[in-house]
């Protein structure tokens, strides 16, 4: 399979620095080319123990040798834990995260078209993904999406304040409320905190029952 238009700038399917898991403070990094497994690692020993700086360790195998190669499972594990490890074997046999490796704007088209129950499991992936679903170009789309109400200078000023998504979920009267308050005052201060809006616990309950 042709890879070629999968890979970084640098020649990369993975390209991933790290520090190691607790207790462990080295440094790592996985590289992953079309050929070849590679894993640096730079030890950080605490200036208590002694014994000087040391040199990188680098290990490197084919895609035939890593499959079988216990030393360097090990290694994986201790550092990165189980699902590098369980991720890099799938890489192996050609499983690539070809979702993961799309452009963002791509990524964002995608999001925008699931029903928010599924945007909710793809925000739960990865670090990347969890940003993705929570930022606010993507959710300012969706609120206009399901408002007939044009955005007005109030509103963009409640949504820098509380953030699209938070507006989404927000009780359409009390948000009415908030926005009159703000035509009638508008050099009036937002009260400590922001505008009161639902509580915590009704804003869960309300996301709960929609989905998300």
Known sequence: M??????????????????ANPPSKDFYHIFVTPTQFVLRIWKIVPPTRGGGRSDP???????????????????????????????????????IDFLARLPERALKKILLNLELEDMSHMSRV??????LCNCCE??????ERSSEAPITPELEQLANEK????????????????LRRMR???????????YAFI?????EQQQQEMTY
């Not at 195998?61 to 499959?67: C, L, P, S």
């Not at 993507?138 to 609120?143: D, E, G």
């Not at 509580?199 to 804003?203: A, G, I, L, Y």
């Open 163 to 178: 953030s699209w998504k938070r507006l989404f979920f927000t009780n359409k009267l009390q948000l009415q409320v908030q």
């Open 138 to 143: 993507i959710w300012r789309q969706i609120y």
């Open 184 to 194: 009638q005052n508008p050099d009036e201060l937002p009260p400590p905190g922001g």
């Open 57 to 95: 360790i680098e290990i490197k195998d084919t895609y035939e040798d890593f499959k079988d190669d216990d030393k360097f499972h090990s290694e994986i594990q201790r550092i990165a834990g189980n699902r590098m490890l369980d991720y890099l074997l799938q890489l192996r046999e050609g499983h």
């Open 2 to 19: 042709d890879v070629s238009c999968w890979l970084n700038d640098h020649g990369a399917l993975v390209d991933h620095p790290d520090v």
């Open 126 to 131: 990865n670090k990347h993904f969890r940003e």
């Open 199 to 203: 509580t915590h616990q009704e804003e």
